[in-house]
């Protein structure tokens, strides 16, 4: 039914609208017309509180590939426009040089284990010398420092092979993250050198996907207390995403973060929140309109605006047809925000009253409740049951601030 589609987008109990008409003069006690009014009967409602932000797309992790070793590229290993997988080779550079490099490195390595051999040798054969007295203790103390000597030149050596290796697999650029790739910087054949400014390549984690949402300082702190005070909040998914050309994404997202520091030029805060792109529809870059489902009011109070006004004080007021048809000014009314053409009243309206909204300006001058007042005539008009699905879909569409 289309009152069902309502409850789940938006659950708002049935709010009678009753038009009061005038009794014929002949059975008016007093033989005047009584004021044409219009009211609004209460009902209990759980709102959804919602609120539109602007947001931009980010990539969940971008990594920029740039060379750690210097020399001419020769082959790119991957296809442009594609996705990659961390440990994949991405160029080749030259690696003529440092294989060389390496290769001395390990003679040397070779070269500087020799020698601590024969200088462990000769150290046992002073040892033994030095028992019969036949060198001197000054001999002996140099055999030993030379033998100490060559094992600090093999630690050496073998940490220049080490350098030599590390840098001969730097000629091979590896992506160091699952992502896509777009396009390539330089071709096979240029001159590379290590820590330049310009990357060979940019890899964008797409999937998980960020979007980027700015919010006011000033709303984002009302929203930190009124919660639990006035909403509930809500966790998980709780953030839905709208293309600039109107269309919903299929898939909602959650906060990951509200930052805490505020923008000093625009006084706003970003919330970041994260959505699952395993389609690739969500760029990075793409300005989106997601919105952020903050909570619930539970048996909240819907008003429609015309039914509320505001007196010179700038209070919120409103008239209120008693049970005896009398009438109640009422000055302490609080509105916390608005729907479709209605107010979500948290204070000074309760759930059965009933609400005048047409007719006012016969009953600007009741300030107090009217006593006496003459019988009425009720008649019910219409409900929200009533509505057509396009009123219904307006009330939920503007039902995000």
């Not at 990594?63 to 790119?76: D, H, S, T």
């Not at 002996?140 to 050496?156: C, R, S, T």
């Not at 609400?355 to 019988?375: F, H, M, R, W, Y």
């Not at 009425?376 to 699905?389: A, I, P, R």
């Amino acid at each position: 039914m289309r009152f069902n589609k309502l409850l789940l987008a938006l659950p708002v109990a049935c709010a009678s609208l009753l038009l009061l008409t005038s009794c014929d003069n002949g059975n008016s006690k007093n033989g005047n017309n009584l004021p044409q009014v219009t009211v609004f009967k209460v009902e209990p409602l759980n709102y959804t509180l919602k609120i539109g932000l602007p947001g931009r797309v980010v990539a969940s992790q971008i990594a920029e590939i740039r060379p750690q070793v210097g020399g001419i590229v020769l082959k790119r290993e991957f296809d442009e426009s594609s996705n990659v997988k961390a440990g994949q080779s991405l160029y080749q550079i030259d690696p003529a040089i440092y294989q060389a490099n390496y290769d001395s490195a390990v003679a040397s390595v070779a070269s500087a284990k020799a020698n601590a051999n024969i200088a462990q040798l000769t150290l046992k054969r002073y040892a033994g010398l030095l028992n019969t007295n036949s060198i001197s203790q000054q001999a002996y103390d140099k055999a030993a420092a030379d033998a100490k000597q060559a094992e600090a030149a093999v630690l050496v050596a073998q940490a220049a092979e080490h350098t030599a290796k590390v840098n001969l697999d730097y000629t091979k650029v590896y992506s160091p993250i699952d992502g896509y790739i777009g396009k390539s910087s330089v071709t096979e054949g240029a001159l590379v050198a290590a820590g330049q400014s310009t990357p060979l390549a940019l890899v964008q984690q797409l999937d998980p996907i960020y979007v980027d949402m700015t919010e006011a300082a000033t709303r984002y702190n009302k929203y930190l207390q009124d919660k639990n005070v006035i909403y509930e909040p809500v966790k998980g998914n709780n953030v839905e995403l709208y293309f600039n050309d109107g269309s919903k994404y299929a898939y909602p997202g959650s906060v990951k973060f509200s930052d805490m520091t505020v923008n000093e030029t625009t006084g706003t805060v970003t919330l970041r929140s994260q959505f699952t792109n395993s389609e690739g529809k969500i760029l990075p870059g793409m300005f989106v309109k997601p919105q952020l489902t903050l909570g619930y009011i539970k048996n909240a109070v819907l008003v429609p605006q015309q039914g509320i006004t505001s007196n010179k004080l700038g209070q919120y007021t409103a008239k209120i047809l008693k049970p005896d048809n009398t009438v109640e000014y009422r000055q302490d009314i609080q509105v916390y925000t608005g729907v479709g053409g209605y107010w979500v009243v948290t204070k000074g309206i309760s759930i059965g009253e009933e609400v005048i909204i047409t007719g006012l300006l016969n009953l600007t001058s009741v300030e107090k409740p009217q006593k006496d007042a003459p019988p009425m005539k009720v008649e019910k008009v219409g409900d929200l049951n009533t509505l057509s699905q396009e009123q219904l879909d307006s009330i939920i569409k503007n039902s995000v601030k």
